[in-house]
């Protein structure tokens, strides 16, 4: 080797050891393990109080547990108040925002209220969109029906038959059971849930399946028509209030305050005033 590539091999090896020592000095980058951890974005928990208005989506036409008056706007039932409540506790006050049922869950995801209430059954397809509270009551679909008739709507095959007339409100889970069981009975779809148990009175319609909950408080308010078996309905439901997904500081908060209306005895007293 001549001496030339001596010195050039030696002065590429010096620079070789300069860069790895460079490399071992200079400090790891994070991985994803030790990255900085993003800061969440903000909860309707912190939110809320600051604005001073707790914005909650209900459709106005579930006796007892939502109801609009058409002629002043206010709304009321069963869980209005609790909706009231809640908001007192976070320091803000209830703001209604009118929905329909078909839209009750894409209007809480897309930002359009903080809370869904009013009488709403948990389903799996809505626990896709939204999150459900701890339940307020158990329920179940059963038919409602003339007190003439309420022996001869017992079953699903009493109803399911030629000439039998089912009504139904659009959009909800009294549609979905109706269409999933009825092949044989006709089935008509009123768009106001508030005047449709008058269908049936009138003779216009011979069963609405609901939940066993409202059977009982239209048969009080009706007393043409009976609840059929209101403690063994067709299905297993649970009812609860419905906030949006990915805050869990305000799923956590609407939970406690669920469990503890619940164990207090304010939630029995407000239902207690609509159906007793």
């Known amino acids: 080797m001549s001496r030339r590539a001596s010195k050039q091999r030696a002065a590429t090896l010096s620079a070789l050891v300069c860069l790895l ?10 991985t994803a393990a030790h990255q900085p951890a993003k800061k969440p ?12 208005v707790l914005r909650v989506c209900t459709t106005g036409d579930y006796r007892p547990f939502t109801y609009k008056d058409q002629k002043d706007g206010s709304y009321s039932g069963v869980d209005i108040d609790m909706a009231k409540d809640l908001a007192k506790s976070l320091d803000a006050k209830a ?24 009488g709403v059954s948990i389903t799996l397809p809505r626990a896709r969109q939204v999150h459900f509270s701890e339940p307020t009551r158990e329920d179940g679909k059963t038919p409602v029906v003339r007190c003439a008739d309420k022996d001869t709507y017992k079953t699903l095959d009493d109803i399911d ?12 889970t009294n549609e979905q059971f109706a269409r999933a069981h009825i092949q044989q009975a006709t089935i008509t779809v009123h768009p106001d849930n508030t005047t449709i148990f008058d269908e049936i009175v009138a003779g216009r319609a011979d069963v609405m399946m609901t939940d066993a909950s409202e059977t009982l408080y239209q048969a009080k308010i009706h007393p043409e028509l009976c609840s059929v078996h209101p403690d063994e309905p067709f299905t297993f439901s649970e009812k609860a209030y419905a906030t949006p997904r990915g805050d869990r500081d305000f799923q956590e908060y609407v939970d406690q305050f669920v469990h503890l209306a619940k164990h207090d005895g304010t939630y029995a007293t407000y239902e207690a005033e609509w159906m007793s």
């Open 161 to 172: 038959k030629p000439g039998t007339k089912v009504i139904v409100n659009p959009g909800g």
């Open 21 to 30: 020592a460079l490399t071992a000095a200079a400090p790891a980058a994070p």
């Open 95 to 118: 703001r209604f925002v009118d929905a329909t049922w078909a839209n009750l869950v894409s209007d809480l995801s897309a930002g359009k209220c903080d809370v869904a209430v009013g």
């Open 41 to 52: 974005p903000g909860s309707l928990l912190d939110s809320v109080p600051k604005s001073g």
